[in-house]
């Protein structure tokens, strides 16, 4: 199993940014997908999640009216658009896949696969 993300790197605040991720090993279409962030000395938190055939989203408070979390199933690949940029969203950011019930989309040990993380830097 491989999740690999892309797309970060430096932006002004104000900006925007789209991640991707691309998974392989697993039957992509079945698994809710997940976006979560770790920003330095503090632990990962939860941003986005997405069900299986991309009907339902789901969002942090923290992040809410800004990100547009999508994924294309043909193409094995989840997608968070990050708009209105600030400093506070910079963070690792991480993409991840569970098969666990929709409930738990916010919990980070309910997640089975997890990418390498891309990083995500905003600058003021």
């Known amino acids: 199993v491989q999740l690999q993300a892309s797309g970060g790197g430096l932006v002004q605040a104000g900006g925007s940014l789209r991640l991707s991720c691309t998974a392989s090993g697993y039957t992509f279409s079945t698994y809710i997908m997940g976006w979560f962030r770790q920003a330095p000395g503090k632990e990962r938190r939860f941003v986005a999640a997405i069900s299986e055939s991309g009907e339902h989203q789901y969002y942090a408070d923290s992040v809410q009216g800004r990100p547009t979390i999508s994924r294309d199933n043909a193409k094995n690949t989840v997608y968070l658009e990050m708009s209105s940029l600030k400093p506070e969203d910079t963070a690792v950011y991480y993409c991840?896949?569970?098969?666990?019930?929709?409930?738990?989309?916010?919990?980070?040990?309910?997640?089975?696969?997890w990418g390498q993380g891309t990083e995500v830097t905003v600058s003021s």
């Open positions: 991840t896949a569970s098969k666990n019930a929709w409930r738990w989309v916010r919990v980070s040990s309910k997640y089975a696969y």
